[in-house]
């Protein structure tokens, strides 16, 4: 279906075009820059007789070291701080204004290097870029009472989250491919010149790689040998693997698999390409994959396998997602593909050990295992608010154990020196789920009366057993 833009763009004159073109680009300082960035000179200010490429590295990372090292966390703004509502140690106090004040510093330094990328300078953003990894590694924060365990990790979390926006920012700019062929070029050329620095290009590679795969970028434009681009692979394996996907199905799918165990999202692509096109090839890589990856690709798997396909790998990814997502109704899947009664009890033994005891209750009900519900319910030092999911299943089945379980409980709870309405509530609510069972009411009546005459003086207590109706 074509997009309501498109209808009116193709309903246009040239001249309409032409004059909507020159009002926006008349009202837009950014768009002026992306006209000339993706008509003009790509490489302006990264080589020939304007400033190289190393030379706007090195004074980005001057500069915006200058701003990280000024960072003072002993002497902090504690006249800015607002508290939350809770009670918080000196040190939380500290830490949290420590945070704020690197998170503002960054917060600035972030959103002057997303200029660069509105303006469609893309060559100039990824020097700015490269030249703040290098700052925030070199930085010299003055932390003199180790109020942060690391001041870089700090620092890197918080560039991390203020720049989690550069993709969409990228996506919403017009690149030329033969311009960002150039800006590649020189930027892998680069890293390659540095490799010794050991600077990590994870996320870099991240942003080249939504830039290629905005621009179409292919091998064409590219101006370095292919030796140099096959070495650029290690540290920019997904721009590499998108440039070469633009160029050559064949090379990009070669590639990809020596490349795919280093990280789980080429793996994906992968395994997506395998899916849509190749299914053997899907079913053939799967596994190992998953084996790698598992927490990154147990999700995308499980909706995609079919278990007549390959049943032992299809219950492999069902019962990872069932243990790290605690749902059912994956459950009640998984269940049709237990060859073995064993098979269930191994997986219900691993359940048990999630201490996530109201999804094993709900797994052990549909089971209709309920005498292991009991004992789960006989188990000792339970909180009071475990009861309820409990005995909820098998009251109608086990009335007088559940009775007893009850009444043990309220004892406990009576006990206790502080006790809310809250705590009479949850008290009122158990009485009340045994009392809807007519063999065991009687004896529910009985409890409740002795109860209170057993505290005369908990008008709370009352209030919320007469809410239930229990006297």
């Not at 909507?20 to 992306?34: D, E, G, V, Y």
């Amino acid at each position: 279906m074509m997009e309501p833009y498109l209808k009116v763009y193709e309903s246009l004159t040239t001249e309409q075009k032409s004059d909507f073109l020159l009002k926006a680009l008349a009202a837009s300082k950014l768009l002026q820059k992306q006209l000339v960035g993706y008509f003009g000179d790509p490489g302006k200010g990264l080589r020939g007789r304007e400033p190289s490429f190393d030379f706007r590295v090195q004074q980005a990372a001057n500069r915006i070291r200058k701003k990280l090292d000024a960072i003072d966390l002993e002497d902090l703004d504690y006249g800015s701080y607002r508290p939350s509502g809770r009670y918080m140690d000196q040190w939380e106090v500290d830490y949290e204004l420590a945070q704020t004040e690197i998170n503002e510093v960054i917060a600035t330094i972030s959103a002057d290097i997303a200029l660069f990328i509105r303006a469609g300078e893309m060559g100039s953003f990824l020097a700015e870029y490269t030249g703040c990894m290098i700052a925030i590694r070199q930085a010299e924060i003055d932390d003199p009472n180790s109020i942060m365990e690391d001041p870089t990790d700090e620092l890197w979390e918080s560039f991390r989250e203020a720049t989690k926006d550069f993709e969409s920012e990228i996506r919403s700019v017009v690149l030329n491919p033969s311009g960002m062929g150039e800006v590649v070029t020189i930027l892998m050329g680069w890293f390659l010149s540095h490799q010794n620095e050991n600077l990590s290009t994870g996320l870099l590679d991240q942003l080249t790689n939504v830039m290629v795969k905005h621009s179409g970028l292919t091998l064409s434009p590219l101006k370095m040998s292919a030796e140099d681009f096959c070495k650029a692979s290690d540290s920019f394996p997904k721009t590499y693997l998108a440039i070469l996907r633009n160029s050559d199905i064949a090379t990009w799918k070669s590639e990809a698999e020596r490349l795919a165990t280093s990280s789980p999202d080429i793996a994906r692509e992968l395994l997506e390409y395998g899916y849509e096109n190749a299914p053997e090839f899907f079913y053939q890589k799967a596994g190992p994959f998953f084996h790698v990856f598992s927490q990154e690709l147990f999700e995308f798997l499980a909706d995609r396998l079919d278990p007549v396909r390959d049943r032992a790998l299809a219950r492999n990814v069902l019962e990872y997602k069932v243990i790290k997502k605690n749902s059912l109704s994956d459950y009640k899947i998984l269940a049709t593909l237990f060859d073995t009664d064993a098979d269930k009890e191994v997986l219900l033994k691993k359940l048990e050990g999630l201490y996530n005891d109201c999804f094993l209750v709900e797994v052990l009900e549909y089971e209709r295992r309920y005498e292991d519900i009991l004992k789960l319910a006989r188990r000792p030092n339970r909180f009071i608010s475990d009861y309820e999911f409990l005995l909820a299943p098998i009251v109608d089945i086990y009335p007088g154990e559940c009775f007893q379980i009850i009444t043990k409980m309220v004892n406990r709870e009576m006990n206790s020196e502080k006790l809310s309405r809250s705590n009479y509530e949850r008290i009122a609510s158990l009485l009340g789920i045994i009392d809807k069972v007519p063999a065991i009411k009687p004896e529910v009546r009985v409890f409740v009366r002795q109860l209170i005459q057993a505290h005369p003086r908990r008008s709370a207590l009352r209030q919320e057993l007469q809410k239930m109706e229990l006297f």
